[in-house]
């Protein structure tokens, strides 16, 4: 039981490149979400989704697209990237039921925009 | 929308001592409140939640308490050990997602 898998571990881009973070949970888990960690910021929520086939909003949303065609996936993209995406990427899953519910956290991506 | 706010930010103690991290929340309808650790390069990990029907929760060394009418909760470390030093992180979520407090620097000195 892996739990919360994310690929790739280390990334660096160059400005303007695209680019997808994958995200895999083997806990049939309903709801996935996509964070940001940056230096005293804490973490912040990109985009989230309450099961297959939908997605939401969170806290800092510009600039990444997300989608959640299968339920044990969860995919970030950087359309361009913009050196201000320089952070390291957590992604999270949660059982079913509501929001209120204790998160995993995979292992982070770190990603850096040159 | 939520807002948490986390003090201190760091904190240091000695070996042995306690430690205690304060949270204030923003949302009279958030109703969970959970705590996480996160050591240097590793991921964020729950050590304690607490549901706002209950006003405190204990887990042999840490406990969390919470205030629904101040909006604030707190988590409390007794007999602090070297491996208690980490960067720990609160939150609160009510229909909404978990919204993170910026997180608090504890560091155990021996």
């Known amino acids: 039981n892996a739990g919360v898998t994310q690929t790739p571990k280390f990334r660096v881009l160059k400005t303007g490149q695209s680019m997808t973070l994958l995200c895999a949970q083997d806990?049939?888990?309903?709801?996935m979400y996509w964070y940001r960690q940056d230096p005293g910021m804490g973490l912040r929520l990109i985009h989230y989704?309450?099961?297959?086939?939908?997605?939401a909003k969170g806290e800092v949303p510009d600039g990444y697209n997300v989608s959640r065609l299968k339920k044990q996936n969860f995919l970030l993209g950087l359309e361009s990237a913009a050196p201000s995406q320089t952070s390291v990427y957590f992604c999270?899953?949660?059982?079913?039921?509501?929001?209120?519910?204790?998160?995993?956290f995979g292992d982070g991506t770190r990603l850096s925009i040159l | 929308g939520e807002n948490v706010e986390q003090h201190p930010s760091t904190l240091s103690v000695q070996e042995g001592d306690s430690a205690v991290i304060k949270c204030t929340y923003s949302?009279?309808?958030?109703?969970?409140f959970p705590w996480y650790k996160q050591e240097l390069g590793k991921r964020p990990q729950l050590i304690i939640d607490?549901?706002?029907?209950?006003g405190e929760k204990k887990d042999q060394r840490i406990a969390v308490t919470l205030n629904k009418t101040a909006k604030h909760f707190s988590l409390h470390i007794t007999e602090t050990q070297p491996e208690d030093s980490a960067v720990y992180f609160c939150?609160?979520?009510?229909?909404?997602?978990?919204?993170f407090g910026k997180g608090t620097r504890l560091s155990v000195i021996a």
């Open positions: 939150a609160a979520s009510g229909n909404t997602p978990l919204v």
């Open positions: 949302d009279s309808a958030s109703n969970y």
């Open positions: 989704s309450v099961g297959e086939g939908t997605t």
């Open positions: 607490i549901r706002s029907n209950v």
């Open positions: 806990m049939n888990h309903e709801y």
């Open positions: 999270a899953s949660s059982a079913t039921g509501s929001l209120n519910q204790p998160q995993h």
